[in-house]
């Protein structure tokens, strides 16, 4: 993709360092994430798990969004929609992000995947613009609906 540069360790979080992503390229409103296929990746029939491929972009595009924000302002996923073409059974799935339409509180987002140039999934995906509001934590008293001290010891049983 013109106009990406490479990608820096501290991009990635430890949840996609733990399945196997990495930031190969990005630019405002545009990424690419890559995925080399481990046996971890494989549902029971050998075949890439839809999740793993549905996680690469999520993934991919709320970093295309990401940097395309305002000082300050963070991005959520509201929905995705993704539609798997070809199944996936060995390789490295690159996938190609880019934002569509941004407007002030939403943003519209389209994914590729590919296995060796031939494309295998698409997703299409809208983002939740925002500012992070400050949340206080009273350390004393557990949220509502939270475990007490007893319920926890007997959640282990």
């Not at 999934?121 to 557990?142: M, T």
């Amino acid at each position: 993709m013109r106009g990406m540069t490479s990608s820096h360790h501290s991009d990635i979080s430890q949840f996609t360092h733990h399945v196997g992503i990495e930031l190969a390229e990005k630019a405002p409103g545009r990424s690419r994430w890559i995925l080399a296929l481990q046996p971890i990746h494989m549902n029971t029939h050998g075949v890439v798990h839809g999740g793993v491929l549905f996680t690469l972009a999520d993934t991919a595009m709320g970093s295309a969004l990401f940097g395309a924000l305002q000082p300050g302002q963070i991005c959520a996923t509201i929905n995705i929609k993704i539609n798997y073409f070809k199944p996936v059974f060995k390789g490295r799935v690159t996938c190609d992000s880019e934002v569509v339409n941004q407007g002030k509180n939403v943003a519209h987002l389209e994914a590729k995947m590919f296995v060796d140039g031939v494309m295998v999934a698409r997703a299409s995906g809208d983002f939740a613009i925002f500012k992070p509001k400050a949340i206080e934590v009273d350390k004393k008293k557990p949220p509502e609906g939270g475990l007490q001290s007893s319920d926890a010891d007997q959640s282990s049983l």
